[in-house]
């Protein structure tokens, strides 16, 4: 078998970076709850992303930092004028267990509308036939990186009084006419996991609109905890260590670099795969930066010669690790059986049968694109 190559690799700091910026702790012995390092990186990544500290709360994870979004805005919590709660949240089957398992776990129902074949996130075309006297809010997915449809989206959530939380768990950095993607719709959800073009480790964020947010958000994550001897909210424990911001600290001077090499990366891949027969790419959106984080491509059987599963295989045997991201839909999962039907997203459902992402981070040789690219193109 040939060199593995997996989906993608964590990007790290050189090591006495690391090192040097963890070194503090061993005299304070201060390791959680908020922290100076975890002070330090959320003025640092508001700074990144050109808002105010007071809009960006951290969290141990993109998950759980979605789930307190969820909650601390008490969604499902009001009642319409028939007295039932107000817990419909339209979103899109076409992405990671996460969004939609955040959704569930706190007491909500996903109403699953279908995707864009263009760009694979929400279709704001179908989002108003979808929305009942019970909905409260949409949560759309900036899938890839890709940016959703967010003035047609924020349009139809402010006609009918919606709330909109973004799941940008992949849209770190992305900016659309030099606006961060962190600034849209009431909040969005970014994750720092190992496998994100920015990590922490394990880590998480949520920017919002309204900065009366952060204290309670900051509670949220804190057990409910508001005073000292107060706990108002039934809260859990969310919160980001020392050891993770410490990483975020460091990988942050280094992300602009990181998405430079990446997107050498996706070009090489567009050079050598561009304008084949039965091969459809994501080329990127008009007035946005990309951060580079995936490469999708759809295979069609019928013009190219083989299948998505095929050419997943293919690549296996030669120990290239392309994922399936995201097949299956979300309303197709086990847990879920016989509450979703996914006829009712087949564009999601199409997609997701011929998706297969491509190996790409910054350290993967322009040489290890060429190869893949090739046994992709050469064993058709
Ligand atoms: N919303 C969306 C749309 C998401 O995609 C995600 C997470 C979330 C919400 C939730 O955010 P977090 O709570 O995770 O912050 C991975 C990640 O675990 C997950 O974070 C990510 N989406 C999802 C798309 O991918 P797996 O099960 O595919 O990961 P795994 O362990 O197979 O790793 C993939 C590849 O990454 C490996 O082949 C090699 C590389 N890798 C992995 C790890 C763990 C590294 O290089 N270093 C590492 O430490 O889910």
Same mark, same amino acid.
């Given at each position: 078998m040939d060199k593995k190559i997996l989906v993608t690799r964590s990007s790290m700091p050189p090591f006495e970076e690391y090192a040097d910026e963890i070194k503090d702790m061993w005299d304070n012995h201060w390791l959680t709850n908020m922290g100076v390092k975890h002070k330090q990186l959320e003025k640092d990544l508001a700074d990144y992303l050109g808002i105010?500290?007071?809009n960006i709360a951290l969290f141990v994870n993109g998950h759980q930092a979605l789930e307190c979004i969820l909650e601390a805005f008490q969604l499902g919590k009001e009642k319409n004028a028939w007295g039932e709660p107000k817990n419909e949240v339209i979103t899109t089957p076409?992405?990671?267990?996460s969004t939609t398992h955040a959704i569930v776990r706190k007491g909500l129902k996903p109403v699953f509308c279908d995707i864009k074949? /263009?760009?694979?996130?929400?279709?704001p075309d179908k989002i108003e036939a979808l929305i009942t006297d019970r909905t409260c809010a949409i949560v759309p997915v900036h899938v890839y990186?890709?940016?959703? /449809?967010t003035e047609k989206i924020e349009k139809i959530a402010k006609k009918h009084n919606l709330k909109v939380i973004y799941d940008a768990a992949h849209a770190f950095s992305v900016e659309k006419n030099g606006v961060s993607?962190?600034?849209?719709?009431?909040a969005s959800m970014f994750s720092f996991h190992a496998?994100?073009?920015?990590?922490?480790?394990e880590g998480g964020a949520v920017c919002f609109?309204?900065?009366?947010?952060k204290k309670v958000l900051n509670e949220w994550k804190n057990?409910?905890?508001?005073g000292p001897e107060t706990t108002e909210f039934i809260g859990g424990n969310a919160k980001m260590n020392e050891f993770a911001a410490a990483m975020g600290i460091c990988n942050l001077r280094h992300l602009d670099h990181e998405i430079e090499k990446r997107k050498r990366v996706f070009e090489q891949y567009v050079k050598n795969l561009?304008?084949?027969?039965g091969i459809k790419l994501n080329l990127g959106q008009n007035a946005v930066k990309s951060n580079y984080a995936y490469f999708p491509v759809l295979f069609d059987k019928d013009k190219f010669g083989k299948s998505r599963d095929e050419v997943f295989d293919l690549l296996a045997e030669h120990g290239i690790g392309a994922r399936?991201?995201?097949?299956?839909?979300t309303n197709s999962y086990e847990c879920y059986e016989?509450?979703? /039907?996914?006829k009712d997203t087949p564009v999601a459902y199409k997609v997701s049968l011929q998706v297969l992402t491509l190996p790409i981070y910054s350290d993967l040789k322009i040489d290890d694109v060429d190869r893949i690219c090739e046994i992709i193109l050469n064993n058709c």
């Open positions: 105010s500290k007071e076409f992405t990671f267990a074949e /263009d760009d694979y996130t929400l279709d990186g890709n940016l959703c /449809d993607s962190a600034i849209f719709g009431d496998t994100k073009v920015f990590n922490t480790i609109k309204d900065s009366s947010m057990f409910g905890i508001t561009y304008g084949v027969a399936k991201y995201f097949y299956p839909l016989g509450m979703f /039907d996914v």
